[in-house]
Nanobody, 123 residues
Framework: QVQLVESGGGTVQAGGSLRLSCAASGRTFSSYVVGWFRQAPGKEREFVAA????????DHADSVKGRFTVSRDNAKNTVYLQMNSLKHEDTAVYFC????????????????WGQGTQVTVSS
């Protein structure tokens, strides 16, 4: 397993941008798929985006496609989520997670989770 720590959350006005970071420890981090999920108050946790081990394959939920971009820098053991054109409905706690498997839209597939970072978008 790897240990994950998210950062970069905060409060931003609608239309603004934030970049979340997911820093990992562990020598085999570069072999893991890393996903981003979010959970809004009173709602279930939902898939946001994922990137494969090399960064060549990326997947984004329809709700964020065209606004959010996931990327990774294996030399820095870090995965990023660039969030642009933020909307009030993007307000949630954002989690990164890692899996050695190939299924990345289901949270049950992930073995390691960070503690989450709060993103609040004011309208």
């Amino acid at each position: 397993q790897v240990q994950l720590v998210e950062s970069g959350g905060g409060t931003v006005q609608a239309g603004g941008s934030l970049r979340l970071s997911c820093a990992a420890s562990g020598r085999t981090f570069s072999s893991y798929v890393v996903g981003w999920f979010r959970q809004a108050p009173g709602k279930e946790r939902e898939f946001v985006a994922a990137v494969n081990w090399s960064g060549t394959l990326r997947d984004h939920a329809d709700s964020v496609k065209g606004r959010f971009t996931v990327s990774r820098d294996n030399a820095k053991n870090t995965v990023y989520l660039q969030m642009n054109s933020l909307k009030h409905e993007d307000t949630a706690v954002y989690f990164c997670a890692a899996t050695a498997g190939r299924t990345w839209r289901r949270e049950i597939a992930y073995e390691s989770w960070g503690q989450g970072t709060q993103v609040t978008v004011s309208s």
